[in-house]
């Protein structure tokens, strides 16, 4: 794959990588224990003190929020690794058969990890 088709997807990668980013920001914070990890926003009021529907209303957002949170965090470690594969010179490679990714696939999806061929097998 030539050097401006790479550029242009790395582009794209940055770009969806910065979106995730701020998406993750809206349900969750990063652990600080391991920065590359999310956790979803727990509710902030005082469980012992509301009243029962505030606190149903509190879980259910966590719940939402953590949902959101693993599909989003999920997407990022996607765009995380198609970014190191272009560091590493790998990119745009089945990680099945070592095929190149057909043009229209990487177009619809950079951050994809095999070709149309093995597209429902597992990695």
Known sequence: MDKSKIKKYKDS???????LEKD??????????NPADWEATTPEENIDNADRNNVADEIN???????ILKQLESRLCEVNKALEKIEKGT???????????EEDRLNANPAARTCKKHINEKI
Do not use: Q, R, W
């Not at 990668?13 to 979106?19: A, G, H, T, Y």
């Not at 957002?61 to 949902?67: H, I, P």
């Open 91 to 101: 990119y745009g490679k089945c990680e099945i058969s070592g095929e190149l990714i």
């Open 61 to 67: 957002d966590y719940e939402n929020n953590m949902a």
């Open 24 to 33: 993750l920001e809206t349900v969750g914070k990063k652990n600080p224990d």
């Open 13 to 19: 990668l940055l770009e969806e990588k910065s979106l």
